[in-house]
Nanobody, 137 residues
Framework: EVQLVESGGGLVQTGGSLRLSCAVS????????IGWFRQAPGKEREGVSC????????LYADSLKGRFHISSDNAKNTVYLQMSSLRPEDTAVYYC??????WGRGQITRTPLPLHDRLKATEYDYWGQGTQVTVSS
């Protein structure tokens, strides 16, 4: 069973930084796209950033470029989201999600998403429980 566990959320002041982690376990797939999403109260879930292991592409929501950075440690099956210069509007529950793209060392592959679809929540198959990030003013 695929499991994603987020950690690293918390309370931080405006201008502060946090690093979120997403540990993936139980994966039967070899390649994937893993994304970070967030949902604030009363708002829709929005894509924050994603990274794909098959082509190494990292994407960010336009409004977050320069403040957030995604990275991965494949040996630990963990993806990180470094968030800097945080603002009160960044307050939300942050989720990580994964979309498998390859199994059996390339024997079975899934058509990669076009770049403009990689931050769509509906394209992801497995989700973590989320971690709360609160930025105080």
């Amino acid at each position: 069973e695929v499991q994603l566990v987020e950690s690293g959320g918390g309370l931080v002041q405006t201008g502060g930084s946090l690093r979120l982690s997403c540990a993936v376990s139980g994966a039967t797939f070899d390649t994937y796209t893993i994304g970070w999403f967030r949902q604030a109260p009363g708002k829709e879930r929005e894509g924050v950033s994603c990274i794909s292991t098959n082509d190494g592409t990292a994407l960010y929501a336009d409004s977050l470029k320069g403040r957030f950075h995604i990275s991965s440690d494949n040996a630990k099956n963990t993806v990180y989201l470094q968030m800097s210069s945080l603002r009160p509007e960044d307050t939300a529950v942050y989720y990580c999600a994964v979309r498998p793209t390859g199994w059996g060392r390339g024997q079975i592959t899934r058509t990669p998403l076009p770049l403009h679809d990689r931050l769509k929540a509906t394209e992801y198959d497995y989700w973590g429980q989320g971690t709360q990030v609160t930025v105080s003013s």
